[in-house]
């Protein structure tokens, strides 16, 4: 893609849609060596360097004794830094955007204004009224507000749409941008970035009369194919296997469960459809050859299902997802011991607009020493 000439990078964050005329990036700051000069200033310096340029040879061209000039001094070298000869694919430049702070009043370059945000449902708890709450109280100014898709279920997917439409100014993503996505951004002439700010893992449940010990992930697979369709066949009671998921158009997490845990295979046509995480917990619960799964931070303190640890595929060393205090296993979320892991993600709109400062401030709130141990109370695992 050809930039813009008119933009200047920053040298500390790369941000590189600063106008030429700015003396600071519109993202962290920085001051621009530089900046503030019009594009007509750069113009005519060119021209007056080429004319000097011409002056010369003319008058030292061949048969000719060279004339005696004036030596004109070199044009200062361009501070900004060299762009490289091909740009990497999206999926692997690192954020400019990410700073650590240790509370979130610290963090730098957060706008004033009302910012839609939304997308993966595996975010409600951080859009709590506590989280929430601590960011109103850092940045007054800064004000947020879910934006509902006006069609269709909310959802990573849709969260990313209605971003790349315009919708929102950034999204919440439970799953990684696909590379489909990442095109219909360019489509447009933005550029998408993902930048993760905590840890969860999908947590598989059973009904309480279940006495299976563990299931490792390739027997996971079997249960939501079709392919294990009795209990006994895994350890558990002769009991008919009834598995319980939401459909595979409902967002990231189902999306994430598809393409990570059964291989892009889908669901079998023994998986009986629900609407969302509460639907599933109490069907299973009334269930008893019931199984489900959801993150986990929507399964911790439920009583009426039990938790199953995981093992890995061929394993019996199972590892349970939550720890003796009712909390979500940290050190196994954190260390990939538990099987079934991902990251969550702030999705940055990269346009040079208020927008992409908007999402990395959020995300950089996130990332905030008190925003970490937010992540944590709201049954994440902290990223840092």
């Known amino acids: 893609m050809v930039r813009d000439l008119t933009y200047v990078t920053c040298p500390k964050c790369g941000h590189d849609r600063n106008p030429n005329t700015a003396t600071n990036c519109e993202i962290c700051g920085q001051r621009l060596k530089g900046g503030g000069i019009p594009p007509i200033a750069w113009i005519a310096l060119a021209v007056l360097l080429l004319g000097g340029a011409g002056y010369y040879f003319w008058q030292n061209r061949p048969g000719e004794a060279p004339a005696p000039v004036a030596s004109t001094p070199a044009p200062p070298a361009s501070t900004a830094p060299a762009q490289p000869a091909t740009t990497p694919g999206l999926e692997q430049v690192k954020s400019p955007f990410v700073k650590l702070f240790a509370t979130m009043a610290e963090v730098e370059n957060v706008p004033s204004g009302l910012f839609n945000y939304g997308g993966s449902t595996t975010f409600a708890p951080l859009r709590s009224r506590t989280v929430l709450g601590a960011i109103a109280q850092a940045h007054p100014n800064f004000k947020l507000r879910y934006a509902e898709p006006v069609s269709g279920k909310p959802g990573s997917g849709t969260g990313i749409a209605m971003l790349i439409a315009g919708e929102m100014s950034f999204a919440q993503s439970s799953r990684a941008v696909k590379s489909k996505e990442?095109?219909?951004?360019?489509?447009?002439?933005?550029?998408?970035?993902?930048?993760?700010?905590?840890?969860?893992?999908?947590?598989?449940?059973?009904?309480?009369?279940?006495?299976?010990?563990?299931?490792?992930?390739?027997?996971?697979?079997?249960?939501?194919?079709?392919?294990?369709?009795?209990w006994k066949q895994v350890g558990g009671p002769d009991r008919p296997v009834v598995p319980f998921s939401r459909n595979l158009q409902a967002g990231g997490t189902v999306d994430y469960f598809n393409e990570e845990v059964l291989g892009g295979a889908g669901l079998g046509k023994v998986v009986r459809e629900t609407r969302d995480t509460t639907d599933a917990l109490r069907k299973v619960a009334a269930t008893p050859g019931g199984v489900g799964y959801?993150?986990?931070?929507?399964?911790?303190?439920?009583?009426?299902?039990?938790?199953?640890?995981?093992?890995?595929?061929?394993?019996?060393?199972?590892?349970?997802?939550?720890?003796?205090?009712?909390?979500?296993?940290?050190?196994?979320?954190?260390?990939?011991?538990?099987?079934?892991?991902?990251?969550?993600?702030?999705?940055?709109?990269?346009?040079?607009?208020?927008?992409?400062?908007?999402?990395?401030?959020?995300?950089?709130?996130?990332?905030?020493?008190?925003?970490?141990?937010?992540?944590?109370?709201?049954?994440?695992?902290?990223?840092?």
């Open 182 to 230: 990442y095109a219909a951004a360019k489509e447009r002439g933005i550029a998408l970035e993902q930048v993760p700010v905590a840890i969860d893992g999908l947590a598989f449940f059973v009904n309480p009369a279940n006495s299976v010990a563990g299931l490792s992930v390739d027997q996971i697979v079997g249960l939501f194919t079709g392919k294990i369709t009795n």
């Open 294 to 384: 959801a993150t986990a931070s929507e399964v911790i303190g439920q009583r009426s299902v039990r938790p199953v640890p995981l093992a890995r595929s061929n394993s019996r060393e199972y590892v349970a997802p939550f720890a003796e205090d009712s909390q979500v296993n940290r050190t196994a979320f954190r260390d990939g011991t538990y099987p079934v892991t991902r990251r969550l993600f702030v999705v940055i709109r990269r346009d040079g607009r208020l927008d992409e400062q908007a999402g990395a401030a959020y995300a950089n709130l996130l990332l905030s020493g008190e925003g970490q141990q937010l992540v944590e109370k709201s049954g994440f695992v902290a990223i840092r």
